[in-house]
Nanobody, 121 residues
């Protein structure tokens, strides 16, 4: 089970930190990813990291603004979002995968319930 939190309403230029805590699975055996879905749009990749955490992947539009990190001791992955823009408004989902294309939703085995991020202009 994945529990995401940390969403909210923020003004453009502000920051939020999302958290996703896993239970019932061996956290260290999975890579974690963040996706988002805006109204009327498909779910899209935002960020992920490799199994050992040494490599991170980002959607081009969030590079330099978002940072993914994980704390295996807490079974938690974070998404620090800085310099937020109105176009970042979406429901953000965390997910875990063991293999497959890191950018593809179909590679992920389990999903959290989503947390709403709204950025006002």
């Amino acid at each position: 089970q994945l529990q995401a939190s940390g969403g909210g309403l923020v003004q453009a230029g502000g920051s939020l930190r999302l958290s996703c805590t896993a239970s019932g699975l061996t956290f260290s055996s999975y890579t974690m990813g963040w996706f988002r879905q805006a109204p009327g749009k498909e779910r899209e990749f935002v960020a992920a990291h490799s199994l050992d955490g040494s490599v991170t992947y980002y959607k081009d539009s969030v590079k330099g603004r978002f940072t993914i990190s994980r704390d295996d001791a807490k079974n938690t992955v974070y998404l620090q979002m800085n310099m937020l823009k109105p176009e970042d408004t979406a429901v953000y989902y965390c997910a875990v995968r063991r293999r497959g294309n890191v950018y593809s939703t179909s590679s992920y085995d389990y999903w959290g319930q989503g947390t709403q991020v709204t950025v006002s202009s």
